[in-house]
């Protein structure tokens, strides 16, 4: 959990929690503000923050020390997932571990929204009904498309739009409703 969230939790200012824990108010707003990872904090500092909040060192290191992998890592972790469960188990794992929302609270979005996608896209292909828990997220969307890197490396290559075009015309509707091309889910090796 980060500092800003268990402030807001425990309904503490940053100047509050500079008093209870002894850590400059400096720092504390550069912990907040991402300028100082709290990786990179002195075991003085986690411990007193750690004290004030009444939580584990731990815990306040577990989000900075969580690497993200690109989208496309992530992209393709999801589809070879899909691949060796079936749809159903798929779907089934997806909504009950509650991924689309742990990522959509640490503010991943694209994979918040491409699970999302992904789980309405295969409801759909199995003509199941979606699950109502995240309609509000369906409204979300992406400010900017993303492609696929293949497509970005064709766009540029040819130097033409075209292929961006393209690939965003004929991307699963799932999938391009939150500005995310995917045309191919299912063909990985």
């Avoid at 750690?50 to 589809?79: D, G, H, W, Y």
């Avoid at 997806?94 to 991943?108: A, G, N, P, Q, T």
């Avoid at 509000?136 to 540029?156: E, N, T």
């Amino acid at each position: 959990m980060s500092i800003n969230d268990l402030l807001k939790e425990k309904k503490i200012t940053k100047y509050r929690l500079s008093k209870l824990s002894g850590v400059s108010q400096t720092t504390i707003n550069d912990i907040c503000s991402c300028k100082v990872n709290m990786k990179n904090c002195t075991g003085e500092t986690l411990y007193k923050l750690a004290r004030a909040f009444n939580v584990t060192i731990e815990s306040l290191l577990l989000e900075s020390m969580e690497k993200r992998p690109s989208f496309e890592i992530f992209k393709s972790n999801v589809c070879h997932l899909l691949k060796s469960m079936g749809d159903l188990d798929f779907i089934v794992y997806v909504l009950e571990s509650d991924s689309i929302r742990k990522y959509y609270d640490k503010k991943w979005f694209p994979e918040s929204l491409y699970m999302l996608a992904m789980v309405d896209y295969l409801c759909r292909e199995n003509d199941l009904p979606i699950c109502n828990d995240y309609n509000y997220l369906r409204s979300a969307r992406l400010q900017k498309p993303i492609y696929p890197s293949g497509i970005i490396v064709m766009s540029s290559l040819s130097n033409s739009e075209q292929p961006k075009i393209d690939s965003l015309e004929n991307a699963i509707p799932e999938f391009r409703r939150f500005n995310i091309v995917e045309n191919e889910v299912r063909n990985v090796c």
